[in-house]
């Protein structure tokens, strides 16, 4: 069974693979000080309770975009389950894909593992929006070339920001106004939610028909992270919803590598 790691500014994502199953999903905040040994037991007493035996894990990859993380994940992968991990983004991974930017090393190993996972299930040009701490916008042209894309805050980000700027203003949940209220706020936190929530419709909105008047012939537009559902359910915008997006990548990008071997 495969390994797979996902490492996010907020999560890191721990996902066991067998063939082409995802079976199991764990999920941990990001801690650049947290150290093997305590990655070990946090992830063995999961896969114990799921009756997933260590000897069972024969290979494992790892995406990151949190660099200080990836030595004492590597120190996981070497010491507790004997294996190096293959890296996305180390010299000579093979994505499978054209990256067609100057300097194709300033990308996001997410970014790409996301774009390779969606050109392996949809046809045509694709937009893959993640919503993460940042929320992205990536472009797969129709023969399967990355060119590039969009970085914006992520809602929970811009959130933070607006209660700690305003000292009057309280915390909300991501969420619409309750069903029957309009956009224009009847009271502080009706405001805040329209504000928010309708706001970052508008600007998801706004960037995909921007993106797709630079983009040739119909465009399919996918959606991952945290938030894509909910998002997904008050937008025309979207097109599918896909949170294992990221997984479905690392699962390819190692099949693909390992061929190489």
Known sequence: MLLAIDVGNTNIVFAIVDGDEIRFRWRIATDAKRTADEYAVWLHQLMQMEGVERDAIDQVVIASVVPQTLFNLRGLARKYVGLDPMIVGAPG???????????????????IVNAVAA?????????????????????????????????????????DALYRAAARLPRIAVEPPAEGLGVIGKGTVHAMQSGVFWGYVGLIEGLVHRMKDEITGPTTVIATGGLA????RHTDAIDHVDPDLMIKGLMRIHALNMKRL
């Open 119 to 159: 050109h392996s299930i949809w046809l045509g040009a694709l937009i893959i929006i993640d919503f993460g701490t940042a929320t992205t916008f990536d472009v797969v042209s129709c023969d399967g070339a990355y060119e590039g894309g969009v970085i914006a805050p992520g809602i929970n980000l811009s959130m």
């Open 229 to 232: 559902a909910l998002f997904s």
């Open 93 to 111: 991974i093979d994505y499978g894909m054209a990256v067609n930017l100057p300097n194709p090393g300033e990308v996001g190993a997410d970014r």
